[in-house]
């Protein structure tokens, strides 16, 4: 009897949990928490109606996509604007993606060059900035913005390398919004145009270079510095 209980329970709070999650990260997402803020476990129970238990799972979920920090003995909190994080996300960018991105240019076929000119495409019919979002760009223009740069390195046909890019994305994405929102006049649409152009005319010193540079400004935005500029140690 107590195992049954167990079993139907256990559904309940997974489902529970996920959807604190949901909440708690589309509201950091949308910056209605500033960096630095405080995410008291307790609080975030009360106004979710649900257990301190569903809220740290929640939490802890966050913390491992980069989206939450663990505080010690503190509790949680959204990341702070802080060098290291974004600078070493950075750092570990440049060094991979380049790389990659020249092996789709030397292996990517036709099918690979429809794929990057439709997600280019997408990405600039996309509205970056809609009322009622939230301060920060569109979840439909973040979607369509990752499915570009994620095109732009599919053609290397290596799944392991492909993961990599997706974990190395996901911590990365509040940087993106901080970016975007503190420098409002970036031309991001021609780099992006740039990026395609020179992706599909198999250039790829020149796709390297503008995806280094597309990837410095993000962070260089943040915190002052220049990929030039070693990553501070704590």
């Known amino acids: 009897m107590t195992q049954t ?6 559904p309940g709070k997974q489902m529970l949990s996920e959807q604190v999650y949901a909440h708690l990260r589309d509201a950091i997402m949308r910056g209605d928490y500033a960096p630095g803020d405080a995410l008291k476990p307790q609080d975030l129970a009360k106004e979710q109606g649900v257990s301190l238990a569903v809220v740290r799972e929640a939490l802890v979920r966050l913390v491992g996509e980069g989206l939450a920090d663990r505080l010690h003995n503190r509790g949680f ?9 974004w600078q070493e996300i950075a750092e570990a960018r440049r060094s991979i993606e380049p790389v990659v991105l020249r092996m789709s240019i030397e292996r990517g ?9 439709a997600a280019h495409h997408r990405l600039t019919r996309t509205q970056a900035y809609v009322p009622g979002e939230g301060e920060h760009y569109s979840a439909a223009w973040a979607e369509a913005h990752r499915v570009f740069h994620r095109a732009l390195l599919e053609g290397c046909g290596n799944p392991v390398l492909l993961d990599t890019f997706d974990r190395m994305w996901t911590a990365s994405e509040l940087a993106r919004r901080w970016s975007a929102q503190r ?3 970036r031309d991001g649409v021609r780099e992006h145009r740039r990026l395609e152009e020179a992706a599909l005319a198999r250039d790829a010193d020149t796709a390297a270079e503008v995806l280094v540079q597309h990837l410095t400004l993000t962070a260089a935005v943040l915190t002052g510095r220049t990929h030039d500029d070693p990553v501070k140690e704590a």
Not at 5 to 10: F, V
Not at 78 to 85: G, N
Not at 109 to 117: A, G, I, L, T, Y
């Open 5 to 10: 209980t167990h079993t139907s329970a256990s």
């Open 109 to 117: 076929d036709v099918d690979w060059e429809s794929r990057v000119r």
């Open 183 to 185: 420098n409002p006049g």
């Open 77 to 85: 909190a959204v990341p702070a604007y802080s060098d290291r994080r």
